[in-house]
């Protein structure tokens, strides 16, 4: 099975900060990748798919890149309401696995 | 705006059997390029796909519950339900389901998802 390993696995920055994610898969995975943002007590909501496109309605201070092995998720200027765990995703496998979280908080 | 909501029991005994349901609205469960899945996440833990289904009836799970599970369809109420027997306490967890969105031959993202629904499985 393919796995996904984000880094890191906690982060602390202040607002206003960029902050990178990266979600690194075991295999190729071409840009079969989706990243969420959940935050506490609810469920996640889609940030981006394929790898970097933009999920309709969110915020365009978030932006993904990557391809193969290697993907990031870069938040430009965070924001209060960005504080939150962020998973990405692997689609297009059975199962299609998530990564183990990385949770961004305040400073 | 398509939206979904879970519902069933949130307490289940352990060997017995949990069932949920997700009742989609905002659209029909049958249209276009849809999977419909379910997801969970014990306390504190990450995400893990139990399963998914398409109206035609096909139906993936994962490996590691295949065993278990059983994910149907209902059209006529646009729902979709989760079956899982012989739990456990570690089948406790909160259960979502979401929208699998499919296009051009690729499973792009779960791009709606419901708010989640706790199952705990406990004498």
């Known amino acids: 099975d393919i796995q996904l390993t984000q880094s890191p696995s906690f982060l602390s920055a202040s607002v206003g900060d960029r902050v990178t994610i990266t979600c690194r898969a075991t295999?190729?995975?071409?840009?079969?990748l989706a990243w969420y943002q959940q935050k506490p007590g609810k469920a996640p909501k889609l940030l981006l798919y394929?790898?970097?496109t933009l999920q309709s309605g969110v915020p365009s201070r978030f932006s993904g890149s990557g391809s193969g092995t290697e993907f990031t998720l870069t938040i430009s200027s965070l924001q209060p309401e960005d504080f939150a765990t962020y998973y990405c995703q692997k689609l297009n496998t059975y199962p299609p696995p998530f990564g183990q979280g990385t949770k961004l908080e305040i400073k | 705006q398509v939206q979904l909501q879970e519902s069933g029991p949130g307490l289940v005994k352990p060997s017995q059997t949990l069932s949920l349901t997700c009742t989609v609205s905002g659209g029909s469960i049958s249209s276009g390029s849809y999977y419909w899945s379910w997801i969970r996440q014990p306390a504190g833990k990450g995400l893990e796909w139990i399963g998914r289904?398409?109206?035609?009836?096909?139906?993936n799970y994962n490996p590691s519950l295949k065993s278990r599970v059983t994910i149907s369809v209902d059209t006529s109420k646009n729902q979709f339900s989760l079956s899982l027997s012989s739990v456990t306490a570690a089948d406790t967890a909160v259960y979502y389901c979401a929208r699998d969105n499919y296009f051009n031959s690729r499973f792009l993202a779960f791009d709606f998802w419901g708010q989640g629904a706790l199952v705990t499985v406990s004498s």
């Open positions: 289904m398409y109206t035609s009836g096909t139906t």
């Open positions: 394929a790898a970097s």
């Open positions: 295999h190729d995975i071409s840009n079969y």
